[in-house]
């Protein structure tokens, strides 16, 4: 079991940037998992945004491609989603994940185990 806590989120307008954290009670989580970042958005269903497996290999979604880098830190057990050049439909509550195993499979929700509160993103035009 591992509990996963979010932060970083906040208002910023379009353009703008934040960085959101997501640390890990337990460092395995980190540095043997599959981990990712999602969002849900009010009224609509949770979209995959990024994921990163043990190898390195990140998969973005199509709409930030470019835009957001996955990253983390194993000393620091932290999970990092840098947002740049953020639009009003970013908006939405993200969540962290870890799955119980180090391999992703290209975005899907269902192989995560473990999942954060969330962290509100607001991006005003």
């Known amino acids: 079991q591992v509990e996963l806590v979010e932060s970083g989120g906040g208002s910023v307008q379009t353009g703008g940037s934040l960085r959101l954290s997501c640390a890990a009670s337990?460092?395995?989580?980190?540095?043997?998992?599959?981990v990712g970042w999602f969002r849900q958005a009010p009224g609509k269903e949770r979209e995959a945004v990024a994921d990163?497996?043990?190898?390195?290999?990140?998969i973005y979604a199509d709409s930030v491609k470019g835009r957001f880098t996955i990253s983390k830190d194993n000393a620091e057990n932290n999970l990092y989603l840098q947002m740049n050049n953020l639009k009003p439909e970013d908006t939405a509550m993200y969540y962290c994940?870890?799955?119980?195993?180090?391999?992703?499979?290209?975005?899907?929700?269902?192989?995560?185990?473990?999942w954060g509160q969330g962290t509100q993103v607001t991006v005003s035009s």
């Open positions: 990163l497996d043990t190898s390195g290999l990140a």
């Open positions: 337990d460092s395995r989580y980190i540095t043997r998992s599959c």
């Open positions: 994940a870890a799955a119980a195993h180090w391999y992703c499979q290209a975005l899907r929700a269902d192989i995560f185990d473990y």
